[in-house]
Nanobody, 128 residues
Framework: QVHVVESGGGLVQPGGALRLSCAAS????????IGWFRQAPGKEREGVSC????????FYADSVKGRFTISMDKAKNTIYLQMNSLKPEDTAVYYC?????????????????????WGQGTLVTVSS
């Protein structure tokens, strides 16, 4: 099964930036989608941004469009999430997850609800 390790969270002031990293391993097929999800206190987990490794198709939640950028180092099976212009409402635990059966859009909007394996997450706190 796919194993992911997230890193890069921390405390940042509103308007600041952070870069998250996710190293993935254990893929059994060549193509997969992988992405970032977050869960704020008292809220459900939501898809933030996902990318497919075969066609580089990306998905962004409306709340992060224009501020967050997802990228992938295919040689390292590692993805990054550059988060700029951070807002207090971006505060959450950010998780990385991947799956062979979805493209980037489906993973981020529906598929993540059915995933059984998640990383430990990394906390992002946006506060002054």
């Amino acid at each position: 099964q796919v194993h992911v390790v997230e890193s890069g969270g921390g405390l940042v002031q509103p308007g600041g930036a952070l870069r998250l990293s996710c190293a993935a391993s254990g893929f059994t097929r060549p193509y997969y989608a992988i992405g970032w999800f977050r869960q704020a206190p008292g809220k459900e987990r939501e898809g933030v941004s996902c990318i497919s490794n075969d066609d580089d198709a990306t998905f962004y939640a409306d709340s992060v469009k224009g501020r967050f950028t997802i990228s992938m180092d295919k040689a390292k099976n590692t993805i990054y999430l550059q988060m700029n212009s951070l807002k207090p409402e971006d505060t959450a635990v950010y998780y990385c997850a991947a799956d062979h059966d979805y493209g980037s859009y489906d993973l981020c909007t529906v598929g993540y609800r059915f995933l059984g394996v998640w990383g430990q997450g990394t906390l992002v706190t946006v506060s002054s």
